[in-house]
């Protein structure tokens, strides 16, 4: 297969520091879009795979699953988009369209393994998928998201991961008015499921570890505020129908299943090296339960962009030029984000 060269960034082992190369993209198939990329977020995700924090990454690595930019070409059948465009791309590049998951819309449960965007295998040019951070990407249209004219293109670009992957779960377990929802850690996952709970109409206490986070939570749109260290602080806000924890590093679950209310659930998003200790108590008596959710399909990821630009929510980015990378992961490791990077892939 034809392909053509591409500058990206990536490294070559975890303890290296990210820098410029060459990537190969596949020539355009019929239904395949060019995307120059202008935008990619930085997802805790991309750090865990680049760290080999979950083990199977394969080097070299080109993070990036949260990309936004302007249609450069398309191939002859493509209906959906033009040349000049905004269009977009999250994790989820194919799947095998076939499987009951894949027809009801939820790709990111496709029976036979779905494509992501980058460190998994690439089905058209063999070896591993690279991502969006780089200068162009080449994907075929049904795995590619439309932007709303209404959206800022680089804060919209967060959307593409954090945004759909708390959208998914709290539009499953119904939050909306009348619920109590928590959010459990307020990073790039954590402060979208804010803005997005409160829009959806339901009332939101956010779990942080960082006080100093506590007016922003507020103006983003949460009720009350809890530094979770402070079990007094805990107690106060108990019978929460539901808790979205997007935590990433190890923490007590039984401290959050305690706060549901009968047949609450608990729902992880975060994905944590360590495996959770959960006491038998702690779900047996109300009924509770510990659940799971994985981003969302691409007709859900269309609807939240769709949503975030009719509630006028965009997240709360600091964009960098591309080059400094290191520094956003090196920041990212620390806490230290409010609350999303995105590189600026245009100075690449
Ligand atoms: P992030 O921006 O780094 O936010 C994580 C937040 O967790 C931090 O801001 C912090 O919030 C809290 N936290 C960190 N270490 C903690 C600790 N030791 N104890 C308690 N709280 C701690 O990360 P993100 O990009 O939002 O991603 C969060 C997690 O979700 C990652 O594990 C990522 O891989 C995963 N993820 C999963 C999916 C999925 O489909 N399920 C999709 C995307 C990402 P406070 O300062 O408020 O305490
Ligand atoms: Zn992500
Ligand atoms: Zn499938």
Known sequence: M?????RAIGTDAPSKPLTER??????LLPHDVQIEILYCGICHSDLHVVKNDWGGTTYPVVPGHEIVGRVTKVGGEVG????????AIGCIVDSCRSCEYCRSGEEQYC?????????????HLGGMSYGGFSKSIVADENYVLRIPELLDPASAAPILCAGITVYSPLKHWKAGPGKKVGVLGMGGLGHMAIKIAAAMGAEVTVFTTSSAK?????RLGASKVVVSTDEQQMVGCAKQDLIVDTVSAEHDANAYLKLLKVDGSLVLVGLPVKPLEVGA????????SLSGSNIGGIAETQEVLDFCAHHKIAAEIELLPAGRVNEAMERLEKGDVRYRFVLDMTRL
Do not use: H
Not at 80 to 87: D, L, P, R, S, T
Not at 111 to 123: A, H, I, M, T, Y
Not at 214 to 218: F, H, L, R
């Open 80 to 87: 959906k988009f033009k040349v000049g465009e905004v269009a």
């Open 2 to 6: 034809k392909t053509y060269q591409t």
């Open 281 to 288: 108590f702690n779900i047996v008596g109300g009924r509770k």
């Open 111 to 123: 029976e036979n393994g779905w494509s992501v965007v980058f460190n998994s295998p690439d089905k």
């Open 214 to 218: 506590a007016a922003d939570a507020k």
């Open 22 to 27: 060459n990537i190969p993209r596949r020539d």
